[in-house]
């Protein structure tokens, strides 16, 4: 089965860090990009950030929002892919899901149940 | 980072067929043939209905069908049914950095 699982999310104040894991499996990870999507309380949603397959450099793209505080990163080994979030906002408050693209690219066809991230003192 | 727009609510009776728009710029939707419609139900992930404009993934109905004028991109459903009341969002790919990706605002599909 196709899956992704994210896990990592919680309560954290203002200011400090988390990290997400993404963790995949029933497909070729390493060919996918991938991408966090998050939506915060009845709200839409919101492109994040993305990182391409090794194939095309691993390289990575962010929101204007969280560019120079969050960090994508993978371990193709693991079939992982990491949200390092620092520098948390309130407004960083939302459900993050965890997507791929591959099969569609660049449209996100695999999506995982997502993980909440609450950022409250 | 402006979202694309989209109804706030669209509504139909069973067997009906109503279309969903999704306005962008030439930037995003006016500049390349890669917007994507996704599903949503209360409480679930997202689930892509349509990439490509008018493509469709494996084990989607053909009761949904997508199509783009210029920057205005449009979901169709025909034969409306019950199970296809949730929430959709347009994405399109924009290209810039800080940008690759601009989802659409939202529409509320009721099936009365």
């Known amino acids: 089965e196709v899956q992704l699982v994210e896990s990592g999310g919680g309560l954290v104040q203002p200011g400090r860090s988390l990290r997400l894991s993404c963790t995949a499996s029933g497909f070729t990870f390493g060919d996918y990009a991938m991408s966090w999507v998050r939506q915060a309380p009845g709200k839409g949603l919101e492109w994040v950030g993305f990182i391409r397959s090794k194939a095309y450099g691993g390289t990575t793209e962010y929101a204007a929002s969280v560019k120079g505080r969050f960090t994508i990163s993978r371990d193709d080994s693991k079939s992982i892919a990491y949200l390092q979030m620092n520098s948390l906002k309130t407004e960083d408050t939302a459900v993050y899901y965890c997507t791929g693209s591959g099969s569609y690219f660049p449209a996100f066809d695999i999506w995982g149940q997502g993980t909440m991230v609450t950022v409250s003192s | 980072q402006s979202a694309l727009t989209q109804p706030a609510s669209v509504s139909g009776s069973p067997g009906q067929s109503i279309t969903i728009s999704c306005t962008g710029t030439s930037s995003d939707v006016g500049s390349y043939n890669l917007v994507s419609w996704y599903q949503q139900h209360p409480g679930k992930a997202p689930k892509l209905m349509i990439y490509?404009?008018?493509k469709r993934p494996s084990g989607v109905s053909n009761r949904f069908s997508g199509s783009k004028s210029g920057n205005t991109a449009s979901l169709t459903i025909s034969g409306l049914q019950a199970e296809d009341e949730a929430d959709y969002y347009c994405c399109s790919y924009a290209g810039s950095s800080t940008r690759l990706y601009v989802f659409g605002t939202g529409t509320k599909v009721t099936v009365l």
């Open positions: 490509e404009v008018s």
